[in-house]
């Protein structure tokens, strides 16, 4: 009964941003209350409702939701889910970027000269330009599975995106973007993949909170790591 509900609110709600009222909506689809308030329940659990308690049930989509409050839960600290994204970031985004050079045509790369001309002066303007930078590149990669999993840490990124870019700077940061977006124009996926592991090693390395304890090609030394805080 709870999942025929939440298909049918799904389905026929998805495009309005507020459902009716409860008494209504429960009688409308000829369902009990109890039920239909598990449904809302799941639903918001789920990142596809939001209850605002005394105000209704607004629709929304948050594929993040679920993830960031397991996220929350099994690594409760802070900083040691911002360093565990870190190292998730080395690993994906330069391929993301491979893909994106090797897969995107003319109008797509446009695209990604346009969010990359959005990142702005301030820190308020350039945390969502950069995520919406990236999140572009992972839509030309072309690859539906990825962008939906990306889509669900969301929420992680924004955390992660205010540190680096204060500490990397802005004007940095775009720099390295021109770079990856030259590389992704040129049709060149090795350098446009040698671009983002740039930028994402640089923006680890420049941020105290994620020192570097890990990278794609292994371990670092005990002695490289000395070296490399000298």
Known sequence: ?????????????RSVPWLP?????????????????????????????????????????????PVGATLARELPDLTERLRQFAEVRLLVEPAIARAAAERAGPAERTALR??????????????????????????????RVLSLMLSSIAGLEAETRRITLEH?????????HARIVEAVE????????????????????????LAPS????????AKTSAARSL
């Not at 990359?116 to 950069?130: F, I, N």
């Not at 446009?192 to 105290?208: G, N, Q, S, W």
């Open 1 to 13: 009964m709870v999942d025929a509900i939440c298909e049918r609110l799904a389905r026929q709600y």
């Open 21 to 65: 009222p409860e008494r209504a909506l429960s009688a409308r689809l000829g369902v009990s209350r109890s039920a239909l308030r598990e449904a809302v329940q799941r639903m918001e659990i789920q990142g596809l409702l939001e209850v605002k308690h005394g105000v209704g049930v607004r629709v929304v989509n948050k594929p993040q939701a």
């Open 114 to 143: 346009v969010a990359h001309g959005r990142l702005g002066t301030t820190l308020d303007e350039a945390v969502p330009a950069d995520l919406e930078f990236h999140r572009t590149l992972a839509e030309l990669a072309g690859n």
């Open 168 to 176: 990397v700077g802005l004007a940095e940061a775009a720099a390295q």
């Open 186 to 209: 040129r049709g060149d996926g090795d350098a446009a993949h040698a671009a983002m592991l740039a930028h994402v090693r640089a923006a680890r390395e420049a941020t105290p909170v």
């Open 214 to 221: 890990f990278s794609p090609s292994g371990p670092r030394s």
